[in-house]
């Protein structure tokens, strides 16, 4: 059974930057493809950003896009997301998610069979 431990989060001001790390055990992390989602109060989760099994393809939501950057460490088996020129819309609890199942990286939720139990993450203004 894959379990995934989120870190990182944390307050931060809006305009500063947060690193968070996703460890995984107990499978073949080099196999999975990895995404980062968020869910803020009263809003749905939403995709942030995947990373393909081998690190050669990344993809991000629009509204990260040349803010947040996605990275991996197979031999640590741990996965990354480095925040930057954070936003108050930023706040949200972020969760880590492993896909096991498919070649190509989804930006959908339910394609993710894995889930991290998330860390908080919240940019005062």
């Known amino acids: 059974q894959v379990q995934l431990v989120e870190s990182g989060g944390g307050l931060v001001q809006a305009g500063g930057s947060l690193r968070l790390s996703c460890a995984a055990s107990g499978g073949t992390f080099s196999r999975y493809n990895m995404g980062w989602f968020r869910q803020a109060p009263e809003k749905e989760r939403e995709f942030v950003a995947a990373?393909?099994?081998?690190?050669?393809?990344?993809y991000y939501a629009d509204s990260v896009k040349g803010r947040f950057t996605i990275s991996r460490d197979n031999a640590k088996n741990t996965v990354y997301l480095k925040m930057k020129s954070l936003k108050p819309d930023d706040t949200a609890v972020y969760y880590c998610?492993?896909?096991?199942?498919?070649?190509?990286?989804?930006?959908?939720?339910?394609?993710?069979?894995?889930w991290g139990q998330g860390t908080q993450v919240t940019v005062s203004s």
């Open positions: 990373i393909r099994w081998d690190g050669g393809y990344t």
């Open positions: 998610a492993a896909d096991s199942n498919h070649d190509r990286i989804y930006n959908t939720a339910y394609n993710y069979d894995h």
